[in-house]
């Protein structure tokens, strides 16, 4: 079974630019999460579809942060202008259902400077 | 709002000692829990998980058990090993529960 896949491995970018990660979750998994995790601390949710609908955002910045799930499958994460706190591991991860736990890519490192 | 505490790091044992990494939790009602692990270059992975009170999540010889009274999950593992070096995170979620994870517990196992 393919896991979550997620591009590109590592970003480096200036501040005020833009960027957008890419994630394909494992096949059949309705749910898809976006979690932003900072150097020395656990993973922050960002976004969570479930298939294209988003169950929650609370905690994704708005004014420069973005994300889509069209047609249910894979999602894209956009920054947009990035700044230096934004450095930071973007992970995607799929689950069949919340309960079950979840299934993580292995992440895109993006530094901002 | 809805928090997961673990134990701060690093944890440092020799190899095939007992292992305890804690973990409590607030949230206003009965979240499904979990324990993940990163090894070293890795994504993080699901060790277990237990989806409500009094349920013991095991794999790979490590355990937790859902204490609803003491809003608990502490990770243990009988005999530990050189690999098992890796970083543990303790997180809720499920329900209305935002999935909410701790900081992470490092585990370094010594030969």
């Known amino acids: 079974e393919a896991g979550v896949a997620q591009s590109p491995r590592y970003k480096i970018i200036e501040k005020r630019q833009s960027v957008a990660f890419w994630c394909n979750p494992i096949?059949?998994?309705?749910?898809l999460y976006w979690y932003q995790q900072i150097l020395g601390q656990g993973p922050k949710l960002l976004i969570q579809f479930q298939n294209n609908g988003v169950v929650d955002d609370s905690q994704l910045p708005k004014d420069r942060f973005s994300a889509e799930r069209l047609k249910g499958v894979d999602s894209t994460l956009k920054i947009q202008p990035a700044k230096l706190e934004d450095s930071a591991v973007y992970l995607c991860?799929?689950?069949?259902?919340?309960?079950?736990?979840?299934?993580f890519g292995q992440g895109t490192r993006l530094t901002v400077v | 709002g809805d928090s997961v505490t673990q134990m701060e790091g690093p944890v440092t044992l020799s190899e095939e000692a007992f292992l305890t990494i804690n973990c409590t939790y607030t949230?206003?009602?009965?979240?499904?829990l979990f324990w993940y692990v990163q090894y070293p270059g890795e994504g993080l992975q699901l060790l277990l998980k237990a989806t409500k009170a009094d349920d013991k999540g095991s794999n790979k010889g490590f355990e937790a058990t859902y204490r609803k009274e003491t809003t608990s999950f502490h990770l243990e593992k009988g005999s530990v090993q050189v690999s098992d070096s890796a970083v543990y995170f303790c997180?809720?979620?499920?329900?209305?529960?935002?999935?909410?994870f701790g900081r992470g517990t490092s585990l370094i196992v010594h030969p």
């Open positions: 096949s059949g998994h309705a749910t």
């Open positions: 949230a206003t009602g009965y979240p499904s």
């Open positions: 997180a809720l979620a499920g329900g209305s529960y935002i999935p909410t």
């Open positions: 991860a799929s689950s069949l259902w919340v309960e079950g736990g979840a299934f």
